[in-house]
């Protein structure tokens, strides 16, 4: 079954409790909040409070920077999630890209190899203490020393990971060990440290899943694949919405409107763009942003009418 997540972040009380209520209700399956420590809100803390006017969201970063973020304190924030929302939490990873997030906690960003390796370290030493293991790592990227998550406990009895990536070695790593691997399809981050070139063309993708598909080898259930849209126009002429962000890609329109990281056109050529990219590359979940959340929520109706129908 198609869904869709929405990111977020809060802008004031009021509009951030509204927005969890109004995503519930218009059928998003979950409500993700980004993780730039010293540029947006901690994602914990506001999502803790979403938490408590809904009833059916997940919840989670997307995704937290494995670099700057501390395994034992992670753990910590992502179980009591956990409990204060009853058993909805998700767990978000990536390997970190921007420079300012780690001098600000007195590290410099490693290059991609090293950022991959701390990614992966930090992984599997969260998934150890939510599982109740003891974890004591000593390697140039990762130290711990006989952590324990003793309490909180978390609701379910497996957090669902996503790692979001476009790294090669990650992408095999995700297949092999996430629950969902969130692809978005980015390049090389350019000098602001938040932008990044893009790798949105048919070849790229197909290469990212191929990478996915490799590391899920020998996998009963292999992880769930899902985009970052980075823009939703609902159109009735969608070549002239894309042009400007085909512009700016350096992609050609009829490139931009065939990758999963935007959707554009009317609700009817969206439902079909979701349900091509499902046949083309087998991606079932989409996280947009919260200027999304109106465009799209008949399209949500529909997709659910549609599943229902099946099941029917």
């Known amino acids: 079954m198609t869904t869709f997540s929405l990111q977020a972040s809060p802008t004031d009380a009021a509009d951030w409790l509204d927005l969890a209520r109004r995503a519930e209700a218009a059928g998003f399956d979950a409500l993700f909040a980004a993780d730039h420590p010293g540029a947006v809100a901690s994602p914990f803390v506001t999502l803790a409070a979403a938490a408590a006017v809904t009833s059916r969201l997940g919840l989670g970063s997307y995704v937290s920077n494995a670099g ?14 956990d409990l204060v929302s009853g058993g909805r939490a998700r767990l978000g990873l990536g390997a970190g890209h921007t420079p300012a997030e780690w001098r600000a906690v007195g590290r410099e960003r490693p290059d991609v190899a090293g950022r991959v390796r701390r990614c992966v370290a930090v992984a599997e030493a969260v998934r150890a203490l939510l ?14 020393r006989g952590a324990r998550l003793d309490r909180p406990r978390p609701v379910q009895a497996r957090i669902p990971l996503t790692i979001g990536t476009a790294n090669s070695r990650l992408l095999r790593w995700a ?16 000098p602001d ?6 790798r949105w063309r048919e070849a790229d993708t197909e290469a990212q899943v191929a990478q996915v ?14 985009a970052l849209v980075q823009q939703v126009v609902v159109t009735d002429d969608a ?3 894309a042009a400007s962000t085909a512009r700016d890609t350096g992609l050609t329109v009829e490139e931009l409107l065939a990758t999963p990281y935007v959707l554009i056109g009317t609700e009817d050529e969206i439902v079909a763009a979701v349900a091509a990219h499902e046949r083309r590359w087998g991606i079932t979940r989409f996280v947009v942003r919260r200027d999304a959340l109106d465009p799209l929520t008949p399209v949500l109706g529909r997709l659910a009418a549609d599943a229902q129908a099946s099941r029917s």
């Open 131 to 144: 599982d109740g293991e003891e974890v004591t790592v000593d390697t140039p990227d990762l130290v711990m």
């Open 213 to 226: 598909a490799a590391g899920a080898a020998g996998r009963a259930t292999p992880p769930v694949l899902e």
């Open 239 to 241: 070549e002239a919405a």
């Open 68 to 81: 700057v973020r501390e395994p034992a304190l992670l753990a910590a924030d992502v179980a009591t999630l």
């Open 193 to 198: 440290g938040y932008a990044h070139e893009v």
């Open 175 to 190: 297949g092999a060990h996430a629950d969902v691997v969130g692809l978005a399809g980015l390049g090389r981050t350019l």
